[in-house]
């Protein structure tokens, strides 16, 4: 992870970034220091409101927790989803806080205001989570392992951040959040509707609503490279031949049977360590691999009640009707080149050729795809192919009729 420097900057308005450049925010702010954009939204209000995200909460297939500081059975008590409508009835005045993950992919507003922050890949995009937060209601200082945007949609907050590293000791006992035992706020800021912070990973924060109110937090995937060797090794495991196994030819009668030589442990290594290399070596192999591992979805899509065979999709393209992407669905693609593109949806490739390679930006750059612009597309070929796959495994769907 990049150092992060000491100090915040703060600017206001002008555009989301207030008055950076994508380029000029990227090279100065993204992983290194943090950033406080005034009025990055001027008259920003949630497009969810505290009820209905309690009305979320209490649906099973959202993910939700409540946190307690005060009121509860203990300090910092965590309670998850789905919650009952009563339990919201019960609640102390104060120190409480409501946070559901993955809001974008229940809300298409907040699905439509990632598209304010393509500046970024879209494969490192997480998901916008919402929290509400009544007076002094906060989930107490911590730090995260990823880049998030603190966008305040309701109320003020007050944010303190501290920048000096973190040593891993310094949790606090008795609760299963990761809340520091000692934080040591360097700036301190009250954000209003509107106004956004940003954080590099690593940078230890703590909110505290001064008011009842709603923060957006759009947060970024980094896969710690653990998962990534353990993903990739074990597919590259599974594709070694039964036939590649420990051998020992050279074997000479043993002093101790039950000893395991030096002779044997230096076979081990070396036949681990060529393993290793050859597999690590092949370069189509990991670029591959890792864009279906960076698309694996989160949860499982709905498939469509009518699936659709490729010239029914074909003509409602035609009249107009427009795709989009289905929140839950992760998209990527890799151009290559006069050989076409492969795109990636939610972990599956899909060869384009070069002819059908325009399909992959359009799709995995953009939410909504407006007919007028699919339907020039269709007579290349694979394409519709394409599209009625992607549609009857539920990743697209027709935008005004499904």
Sequence with gaps: ????????????????????????????????????????????????????????????DVESRLVLERGGERPWQLEHGPFDE????????????????????????????????????????????????????????????????????????????GTEPVSPDNCLDGTELHIMREFAAEQTWDLQPGDMLYLPPGVAHHGVALDPGLT???????PSLGDLIADYTAQAAAALPASRRYADPDLAVPKHAGEITAEALGRIRESLRQALQEIAADDEALDRWFAAFATQPDGLSETPDAPLDTE????????????QRRE?????????????A??????????????????????????????????PLLERGGVAACLAALYNLGAVVFADHD
């Design 312 to 323: 029914a999709l074909c003509q409602r393209v035609r009249r107009g009707e427009s795709l």
């Design 328 to 340: 839950s669905s992760r998209f990527a693609f890799i151009d290559r080149g006069s050989s076409g």
């Design 216 to 222: 957006l937090s759009i947060g970024f995937r980094a």
């Design 86 to 161: 009563e339990r919201f009835a019960h609640l102390p005045e104060t120190h409480w806080t409501l946070l559901v993950q993955g809001a974008n992919r229940h809300v298409p507003a907040l699905a439509d205001l990632l598209e304010r922050f393509d500046f970024v890949p879209n494969w490192r995009v997480d998901d916008i989570m919402v929290s509400y937060a009544a007076p002094q209601g906060s989930v107490g200082p911590h730090f995260d392992q990823y880049d998030v945007f603190l966008l305040q949609g309701l109320g003020r907050r007050r944010w303190a951040i």
């Design 342 to 375: 492969l795109l990636y949806v939610d972990g599956e490739e899909y060869p384009l050729s070069a002819e059908a390679a325009a399909l992959a930006p359009l799709l995995c750059d953009r939410r909504h795809i407006p007919g007028a612009e699919l339907a």
């Design 1 to 60: 992870m990049p150092p992060t420097k000491r100090g915040t900057s703060e600017v206001t308005g002008d555009g989301l970034l207030g008055g950076l450049s994508p380029a000029e925010f990227l090279a100065d702010y993204w992983q290194k220091r943090p950033l406080l954009i005034r009025q990055a939204l001027p008259g920003f209000t949630s497009p969810v409101t505290p009820e209905e995200l309690a009305g979320l909460a209490c649906e099973p």
